[in-house]
């Protein structure tokens, strides 16, 4: 079955400071891969995807990831951290473009100043 | 463009109750979907329409849940009777014919006491 694995509940990073988010996933064959943003009070916000080609995607807010195969991964990341990007972040994968997203369960971000 | 609307944004119903939540998808939206957020646990897929028809719904929980898409554009989700279980924000999200990428709504908070 396909699972996908966020570590990391919390993440405390310093603003200015870089940020990886770490996404594990299982299926397999490379699926469609998602990062997502809920800011407090907001909705999800796409904030990149990975469907093939280069594996380095650029996204919204200044953010990238890289999708490694042979670590089944698509971890997230960005270079300096605003104390905007406090929020939820959450990954999902569509095996098989099944069009049914499995989420997990989402790494929460705090900025401190 | 309008996003996808979801109402209401919260509930507070009592057990026993019934509840509709309604989205209104992004305009030229064939797909809809649902998907639900139980306190501090993943994002979980509820069901799919394409237009009218329910494409999917392996992710309904039971069948005190029931969704409708009257005409292919809004649709409401059901919750009748409602357990405390049901707690939880609920996301809709939609997408047009053959695309992957699926844009979320700000999701209706429902508290069940």
């Known amino acids: 079955a396909q699972s996908v694995t966020q570590p990391d509940i919390h993440i405390t990073v310093s603003e200015g400071a870089s940020l990886e988010l770490r996404c594990n996933y299982s299926?397999?064959?490379?699926?469609?891969l998602f990062w997502y943003v809920q800011s407090p009070g907001q909705g999800l916000q796409l904030l990149l995807k990975y469907f093939s080609g280069d594996t380095l995607v650029q996204g919204i807010k200044g953010f990238e990831a890289e999708f490694k195969r042979s670590q089944s991964s698509f971890n997230l990341r960005k270079p300096s951290v605003h104390w905007s990007d406090a929020a939820e972040y959450f990954c999902?994968?569509?095996?098989?473009?099944?069009?049914?997203?499995?989420f997990g369960t989402g790494t929460r971000l705090k900025v401190l100043a | 463009e309008a996003g996808v609307t979801q109402f209401p944004s919260h509930s507070v119903i009592e057990k026993g109750q019934t509840v509709t939540l309604r989205c209104d998808p992004i305009?030229?939206?064939?797909?809809l979907y649902w998907y639900r957020r139980v306190m501090g646990k993943e994002i979980k897929f509820l069901l799919h329409?394409?237009?009218?028809?329910?494409?999917?719904e392996s992710g309904m929980p039971n069948n005190r849940f029931l969704a409708e898409r009257t005409g292919g554009t809004y649709s409401t989700l059901k919750v009748q009777p409602a357990e405390l279980e049901d707690s939880g924000v609920y996301f809709c999200?939609?997408?047009?014919?053959?695309?992957?990428?699926?844009?979320f709504g700000p999701g209706t908070r429902l508290l069940v006491l």
């Open positions: 329409f394409v237009k009218e028809s329910k494409q999917d």
């Open positions: 999200a939609s997408s047009p014919l053959g695309v992957e990428t699926q844009y």
């Open positions: 999902a994968v569509d095996g098989g473009g099944t069009y049914k997203y499995i």
């Open positions: 305009s030229g939206h064939d797909n």
């Open positions: 299926y397999g064959a490379t699926p469609y």
